[in-house]
């Protein structure tokens, strides 16, 4: 979860992902998905553009910048299984919330 206040804007986050093993025995490289739910329609999750696009970024930069001394990480999957964010919430703090929640 994150909660900032910017001037007089506040952010409020909040992320639940899973973070494993990569499928297919590749180990260089990194995928990542939304959790689908039995109410899901023709198989495609329906996810706000700016939000798909906030939400790649964060995983990707965590993908980039890695848990351990800024390297890379291989071979990971991710599924995001929730996000949710009250209204005025920018894209740059869900990228940053995604991310953070990939680093733990």
Not at 23 to 45: K, L, Y
Request: net charge neutral.
């Amino acid at each position: 979860t994150l909660d900032r206040t910017v001037g007089e804007r506040r952010h409020v986050v909040t992320v639940s992902l899973a973070v494993g093993p990569a499928d297919g025995g590749s180990s260089s490289g990194n995928s990542w998905a939304w959790r689908r739910s039995s109410t899901d329609q023709g198989g495609e999750v329906q996810v706000p553009v700016e939000l798909k696009a906030a939400v790649d970024t964060g995983v990707q930069s965590s993908y980039y910048q890695g848990p351990l001394l800024g390297y890379p990480v291989q071979g990971v999957a991710t599924t995001i299984e929730r996000v949710s964010l009250e209204p005025g919430t920018s894209s740059a703090m869900v990228s940053a919330c995604v991310s953070r929640c990939m680093l733990k």
